[in-house]
């Protein structure tokens, strides 16, 4: 269950976000890629999102264990990531914050995307720009003034000393006009004028985990879907090199190195080892189709692999950029995202032997385990202890992983060519650490840093008149219509009823793990 503080959402005015996953939530509520929500509900204080349970943790713990993934088992969780990512795609949504740790591991070792705190589909109701309009026109219109904290106060002060000196050069007229209420033309419901007026056709937001942000992402540029599919290729490279290419010690540094990735992309050619700090095992070279996908995932936006129609949105947006006005007509008009954007991904050489349809019936490469006393939670240990606990690494859980590695060392042949020396001149100095040492040593920073109460960011929330006042009423107004409760039977559980009695799903190692 997903606990949700009301009143620190509110201080960082994350309405339209809340709104957003809510609403993601339950129209997913089919999807066998998507993580099912049962439930939601508020009280006064707390948002709850009810959520199947994941026994298998996330993708995330799986690489903490592994450290680095044979290139087919890479391959197999790829391809199920990328079915997530689409799902997502084809409902209009972008996901924005895609990594291991928002993939988790279903009781059949399958994945499920997670955590759509950030997605974005361009609708009004899920833009925060609606909601601080709607109030701070209110407040105009009965001429209502609110001074704010000392900061705010410190702020207009300055702003008017500015007037004054404006106002003899501009006629007096420097602050006329700065609050007028927009009118609106039209006739009809204001929601329809919303609907029809109000949608976003980019996202524009930086938002999302440094590491994995794609450039447009990072200049403030207006971007699409296609900026999930970067973080696709990240996610690769992760897998198979054990950290992420751009990685630095610093967040504004991992931002420039992938502003210049053409200069800091770099394929390692040392031998690679899978759980290094315990087994050992030599894995085979990276594949030169492999490398050709990174590559070309990792690309700046107009060039990623990725459905052509996106291409459309790179004349809107090259338009917009000009200052140029566009025809309103389908041929010019963006897109926030397209529906089965992966074609051209899916249909790449690396996934040549990739039954796509079929996926979600093959047997994964690891699947959960919960032996009799052992805690249900064990696969959501904090880092540090799954990385040093070596009962995790049960062997019957890793039953496909041991076949894939005999066939792998057994010989490669078509796509699994190995690459060729890549010069190591620019290579990051990141390479040669331990992800997993990475990891723990964030881990434990988090934990002892202190939490600081963070200044509101809605100036009616820092009044110290009213402010309290203000978060007490929007704390039972602001998320009315939230709760849900997910139908007795979704048209996914019957379907995964009716999956169990196939044969080639009943495997000893599937039904051990929902036994």
């Not at 609606?130 to 001074?147: F, S």
């Not at 942000?213 to 990240?234: K, L």
């Not at 920073?445 to 929330?461: G, I, N, Q, S, Y």
Request: proline share 5%; net charge positive; glycine share 6%.
């Amino acid at each position: 269950m997903k606990v949700i503080r009301k009143s620190d959402m509110l201080r960082n005015s994350q309405e339209g976000h809340l709104r957003a996953e809510r609403d993601f939530l339950v129209a997913s509520e089919n999807s066998r890629w998507v993580v099912p929500l049962i439930s939601a509900f508020q009280d006064n204080n707390n948002l709850y999102l009810v959520m199947e349970y994941m026994v298998g943790g996330d993708f995330l713990g799986l690489l903490l264990r592994e450290d680095i993934l044979d290139e087919n088992v890479a391959k197999w969780y790829l391809a199920e990531m990328i079915l997530c990512i689409e799902e997502a795609h084809k409902m209009n949504w972008i996901h924005r914050d895609v990594k291991p740790d928002n993939f988790l591991i279903t009781s059949s070792g399958h994945l499920k995307i997670s955590d759509f705190g950030l997605a974005f589909d361009g609708h009004w109701a899920h833009n925060q720009t609606y909601y601080n309009e709607q109030r701070y026109g209110l407040l105009r219109n009965l001429d209502l003034h609110i001074k704010g904290d000392v900061q705010d106060v410190e702020e207009e002060k300055s702003r008017q000393d500015a007037r004054k000196i404006l106002e003899p050069v501009n006629g007096g007229g420097a602050a006329r006009g700065r609050y007028q209420t927009r009118q609106d033309s039209g006739n009809g419901p204001i929601i329809d004028w919303l609907n029809r007026e109000q949608r976003r056709e980019f996202a524009k937001s930086v938002v999302g985990t440094s590491q994995y942000m794609a450039p447009e992402v990072i200049r403030g540029e207006s971007y699409d879907g296609r900026c999930d599919w970067w973080s696709i290729g990240i996610i690769l490279y992760e897998c198979l090199y054990g950290c992420t290419p751009f990685f630095c010690d610093n967040r504004q540094a991992t931002k420039a190195r992938i502003l210049d990735h053409t200069r800091w992309l770099r394929f390692p050619p040392e031998q690679r080892y899978a759980r290094p700090n315990i087994d050992r095992v030599p894995l085979m070279p990276v594949s030169r189709n492999a490398i050709d996908l990174m590559m070309r995932l990792l690309d700046e936006r107009q060039d990623r692999l990725s459905a052509k129609r996106y291409r459309e949105n790179d004349w809107v947006l090259r338009d917009k950029a000009a200052g140029a006005r566009r025809n309103r007509n389908i041929n010019t008009t963006g897109h926030i995202v397209y529906p089965n954007d992966a074609e051209d991904i899916k249909s790449h050489p690396f996934f040549r032997n990739i039954q796509w349809s079929q996926l979600h019936q093959t047997r994964p490469p690891f699947v959960p385990r919960v032996h009799g006393g052992q805690p249900i939670t064990k696969y959501f240990d904090d880092e540090a202890e799954i990385m040093s606990a070596s009962d995790h690494l049960d062997s019957s859980s890793y039953e496909a992983v041991g076949e894939l590695l005999v066939s792998n060392l057994a010989g490669r042949v078509g796509e699994n060519e190995t690459t060729p020396l890549v010069q190591p001149a620019a290579r990051q100095k990141s390479i040669a650490k331990p992800a997993q040492a990475l990891f723990a040593k964030s881990l434990q920073e988090m934990k002892r840093r202190k939490r600081e109460k963070k200044r509101p960011r809605d100036k009616l929330l820092r009044d110290p008149e009213v402010g309290r006042t203000v978060l007490e009423i929007r704390k039972k107004g602001a998320f009315v219509g939230y709760t849900y409760r997910r139908p007795r039977f979704s048209l996914q559980d019957l379907e995964d009823k009716i999956a169990i009695t196939r044969p080639h799903i009943t495997r000893a190692g599937v039904v051990a793990a929902s036994a």
